[in-house]
């Protein structure tokens, strides 16, 4: 009798536990690879001749190239949807194309992450859905503008991801959306 009930709370308790609430749908085209470089350093002259070393010349490239698509990242705009849609507003169409223009100038050589988010309305498959119906059609947009459908990745949030977490309708606006991030 004892082992019954034993075997019977653990197994409830592997149940309830169980997996994540609130699962990550990704949708990538390409999926970086970490790649092991080796270690260099770099040396320098100063204006007296001297030699000076700079340390690891591999991560002051690496830092100083984040910074840069860091920087490059903030150009972008956030891309706006109405509620419980996911076609690219009229006055978000402007904003698209310059980010297309953008993707396709200054971050040619860098791949571009599409974030789909949505308010706390509906339930978490649904959110997931529609963050990733909104990242995809962010994505043919850019497409049409020219940008590589290779260099495009996508991934939805749903609801976990908001930027604003108050309970009003303005709020609620702000985190119907689409980032981007770089990768390189």
């Known amino acids: 009798m004892k082992s019954i009930l ?67 990242e903030k150009e972008f705009s956030v891309i706006y949807f109405d509620f419980d849609k996911f076609l690219i507003r009229s006055d978000m169409k402007e904003n698209l194309s310059a980010d297309a223009q953008l993707a396709n100038t200054k971050a040619s050589n860098l791949n571009i992450k599409l974030e ?14 529609l963050g990733l119906k909104r990242a995809n059609t962010t994505k043919d947009a850019l497409i049409a503008e020219g940008v590589s459908a290779s260099r495009i990745s996508m991934i939805s949030y749903g609801e976990t991801n ?3 977490s108050d309970k009003t309708k303005d709020c609620w606006s702000k985190n119907r959306r689409v980032n981007f991030k770089l990768l390189p």
């Open 6 to 72: 034993l075997s019977s709370a653990v197994i409830a308790l592997l149940v309830f536990s169980g997996c994540s609430k609130e699962p990550v749908v990704d949708q990538s085209v390409n999926q970086a690879e970490n790649v092991m470089q080796p270690e260099t350093t770099t040396e320098t002259v100063g204006s007296d001749n001297a030699s000076v070393d700079t340390g690891n010349g591999a991560g002051d490239d690496l830092d100083n190239k984040e910074m840069k698509m860091a920087k490059l």
């Open 116 to 129: 789909g988010n949505c308010d706390e309305w509906g339930s978490d498959e649904y959110n997931f859905a």
């Open 162 to 164: 908001p930027t604003c």
